[in-house]
């Protein structure tokens, strides 16, 4: 049996948001990896809001889905 490492950036995470939404972005950190690493303030953050106990799943959802949304704007449209 392996140790699965997953490698998760932030252009990753908003290509992912904008294909296929937000819950694509959770089962893509929570689902499927013994280990996390991620390159990127954006996906450091995704990271620190899914690991916090405090916050509730709704409360997790909607501010990784902010979070993700304003990166994405800002990141524009490329043709």
Not at 29 to 48: C, Q, Y
């Amino acid at each position: 049996m392996g140790f699965h490492k997953r490698y998760i950036d932030d252009d990753q995470v908003i290509d992912l948001y904008r294909k296929q939404g937000n819950q694509a972005v959770m089962d893509w950190f929570t689902k499927g990896a013994d280990a996390i690493i991620v390159s990127g303030d954006l996906s450091e953050h995704v990271l620190d809001i899914i690991e916090v106990a405090i916050l509730t799943k709704e409360d997790k959802w909607n501010k990784i889905s902010e979070l993700i949304s304003d990166a994405s704007i800002k990141k524009g449209f490329e043709s």
